[in-house]
């Protein structure tokens, strides 16, 4: 990459920590412990995207380079006296490990970090090659497991199919119902879906809370301005918000509260909303230390940091112009952004969707119009039923 292209050179980091700022150490590490999937998603940022470096890594992690990520973690807890983090095994998709192999990698992590520091391990799937005895296993190992799955069985097998196009919606129904099973409850992480503007946000919703799930996310499809996305996003999410805020005993959708949360003062728990300082790296299955690989919807090479888990630290990432600027807050955004009224609560929106070929991330989502749409509806039902309940008190 040329100097011009890099989205970087504004940020000078030693005038930052000389000026006392300090980051966020890592609370969470995706580790992309298999890089090829058994699925041909239509809209997969890995695979489909601008980035196709998965096609230079192995197709497996080497147990020496997980060893070596399992390693650097626990120095990365004792250096920052951690009390909790948390480990997601990726992909790809990481069942084709095998949930045997899933469980001793997590045995493994879990040794090289000292007390006392909580690991959470958790599995990101796109629930195929879950069954009874996998399952079985991954609840020996304490291993949380969230699933893929994309609304009402027509919408989700429009876009989660296998490499022979065939929808995966049965499949991946058995397998919640598994989930949901006593047994293997108490390892069922939640549900990802991923947007489609064009599909009944209330039937989405409806159709994951049905699989009773301990929480939902959404997910705004990866776009950025050189690769704008489809329009309608932020309706979409007004009606699947309603739908939620409507339900009396609504599941936990973090998106949703996020919004919710920091309309009230309060901090996101979404990496897609707010300012809060993001924790979270990236171990590839070569070992390459990375940005989120959201990013890999950008250009090529846009999650790269140079590091590499056998040879740097996990601190030296913490120093990398691209992982500050996901830590600073305000000072990341630009001109527009700052001087928006809803700047609080949308914080420029996912960092990669702000990319704009020539200019960088220091730009408004491409989703901007989206944001402002859904943060307005979810302030105004807030504040109005925020309202009443401060009159109610009155009379």
């Known amino acids: 990459m040329t100097s011009a292209a890099w989205p970087y050179d504004d940020l000078d980091v030693a005038a930052l920590l000389a000026g006392g700022w300090r980051p966020t150490p890592f609370h969470e590490v995706i580790v992309k412990v298999h890089q090829r999937c058994n699925l041909a998603c239509s809209y997969c ?40 983090v948390r480990v997601v095994l990726h992909g790809g998709e990481p ?146 918000f309603d739908a939620w805020y409507d339900d009396p005993d609504p599941v936990p959708v973090r998106l949703f509260e996020s919004v919710v949360d920091l309309t009230l003062g309060g901090a996101s728990r979404s990496e897609q909303i707010g300012l809060s300082p993001a924790a979270l790296v990236v171990i590839e299955s070569d070992g390459a230390i990375e940005q989120i690989d ?30 500050v600027a996901r830590q600073l807050g305000l000072a990341a955004l630009g001109e527009e952004c700052t001087a928006c009224p809803v700047r609080l609560v949308c914080g420029g929106g996912h960092y990669a969707h702000r990319y704009r070929p020539g200019t960088g991330f220091r730009n408004p989502s491409v989703y901007c119009a989206d944001l402002r749409l859904f943060i307005a509806h979810v302030r105004g039902r807030v504040l109005a039923d925020a309202r009443a309940l401060v009159g109610a008190v009155h009379r």
Not at 58 to 76: I, K
Not at 96 to 122: H, K, S
Not at 179 to 193: K, N
Not at 312 to 317: M, R, S
């Open 294 to 323: 959201a990013l890999k919807s950008a250009y090529p090479g846009a999650c790269a940091t140079g590091l590499h888990v056998e040879r740097d630290e996990l601190d030296a990432a913490l120093a990398h112009p691209g992982v």
């Open 45 to 84: 940022y890995v695979y489909t995207h601008a980035d196709q470096t998965w096609r230079d890594r192995p197709a497996v992690m080497p147990a020496e380079v997980f060893t070596a990520t399992a390693q650097s973690l626990g120095r990365h807890v004792r250096a920052h006296d951690l009390r909790q």
């Open 95 to 240: 069942m084709l490990l095998g949930a045997a192999r899933l469980g001793r990698l997590a045995a493994e992590l879990r040794a090289a970090v000292p007390a006392p520091c909580e690991v959470r391990v958790g599995l990101q799937t796109n629930g195929v090659l879950l069954g009874e005895a996998a399952l079985r296993e991954l609840r020996r190992h304490d291993i949380t497991v969230a699933v893929s799955v994309d609304g009402v069985a027509e919408d989700h097998d429009r876009h989660r199919v296998t490499h022979a196009g065939r929808g995966t919606f049965g499949a991946v129904s058995r397998a919640l119902a598994l989930l949901a099973r006593p047994e293997f409850r108490g390892g069922f992480g939640g549900l990802l879906c991923t947007v489609a503007p064009d599909t009944d946000p209330v039937a989405c919703y409806q159709r994951l809370r049905a699989f009773d799930p301990p929480a939902i996310d959404f997910l705004l499809p990866h776009a950025n301005w050189g690769a704008p996305p489809d329009p309608g996003a932020g309706a979409w999410l007004v009606g699947a």
